[in-house]
T-cell receptor, first 111, second 114 residues
C-alpha cells in the first residue's frame, strides 16, 4: 500500500488561476517532497520540506506541512499551460532509505 | 553537470524472457535507486544501491536484481518476465543514502511485456 495519497485525483483549471492539491500520509516522516511528471516521463523534483518546517516557497510554488494532521499541500500560483502534468508527493519515513509515492494528482491547465 | 541517463527508452519483450535496463547516475552521486511505475500509479521502490552494495529492497521478488558499478552506474535485471512487469522503470540518483535532498530521476525505460 502507498504511504501518501493525493487529493484530488484530477484538476482542471484556466491559465492564470491557482491550483491546490493535497497529500495525506500515514506514519511519521523525516521530510516530504513534491515531484512533477510530464506525460509519463521522468519525475522532476520540485520542493522538499522537512518535518520541522511548516511552509516553503519556490518561485510560484508554495508547500505547507502539518505533521499533526499528517498532511501537506502544494499550491501553484498563476498557472501556465506548461504546468500541465501529474504531481506526486513522496514521503521519507524516519530512518528509511526509500521514498514512498502517492498515486498523484493530474493537473490540466486550459489556455 | 550531466543528469541521469537511462537506456533504452522503450523495450518490448516476450513473457518469460530476461531484460537488462541501464542507468548512468548524475555526476557526484553515489546512490542509485530503482522504481517501477505502472500506468496511472505512483512509483514503487524496487531497491537502492550505495557504493556497489544493495542498501535496501522493496516488495519485489528475487527475479528483480541489480548491480552498481565503480563509476556508480547501475543495471536492473528482470528474469522470467511476466505481463504485469509492463511499466515505466525509473532510475534515480542522489548524493547519499540520506533523503535530505531530492532525487534526480532519469526519463525512464518503458517496458512492454507481451
Amino acid at each position: 500500500s502507498q504511504q501518501g495519497e493525493e487529493d484530488p485525483q484530477a484538476l482542471s483549471i484556466q491559465e492564470g488561476e491557482n491550483a491546490t492539491m493535497n497529500c495525506s500520509y500515514k506514519t511519521s516522516i523525516n521530510n516530504l517532497q513534491w515531484y512533477r511528471q510530464n506525460s509519463g516521463r521522468g519525475l522532476v523534483h520540485l520542493i522538499l520540506i522537512r518535518s520541522n518546517e511548516r511552509e516553503k516557497h519556490s518561485g510560484r510554488l508554495r508547500v505547507t506541512l502539518d505533521t499533526s494532521k499528517k498532511s501537506s499541500s502544494l499550491l501553484i500560483t498563476a498557472s501556465r499551460a506548461a504546468d500541465t502534468a501529474s504531481y506526486f508527493c513522496a514521503t521519507d519515513l524516519s530512518n528509511d532509505y526509500k521514498l514512498s509515492f502517492g498515486a498523484g494528482t493530474t493537473v490540466t491547465v486550459r489556455a | 553537470e550531466t543528469g541521469v541517463t537511462q537506456s533504452p527508452t522503450h523495450l518490448i519483450k516476450t513473457r518469460g524472457q530476461q531484460v537488462t535496463l541501464r542507468c548512468s547516475s548524475q555526476s557526484g552521486h553515489n546512490t542509485v535507486s530503482w522504481y517501477q511505475q505502472a500506468l496511472g500509479q505512483g512509483p514503487q521502490f524496487i531497491f537502492q544501491y550505495y557504493r556497489e552494495e544493495e542498501n535496501g529492497r522493496g516488495n519485489f521478488p528475487p527475479r528483480f536484481s541489480g548491480l552498481q558499478f565503480p563509476n556508480y552506474s547501475s543495471e536492473l535485471n528482470v528474469n522470467a518476465l511476466e505481463l504485469d512487469d509492463s511499466a515505466l522503470y525509473l532510475c534515480a540518483s542522489s548524493p547519499g543514502t540520506f533523503l535530505n535532498y531530492g532525487y534526480t530521476f532519469g526519463s525512464g525505460t518503458r517496458l512492454t511485456v507481451v
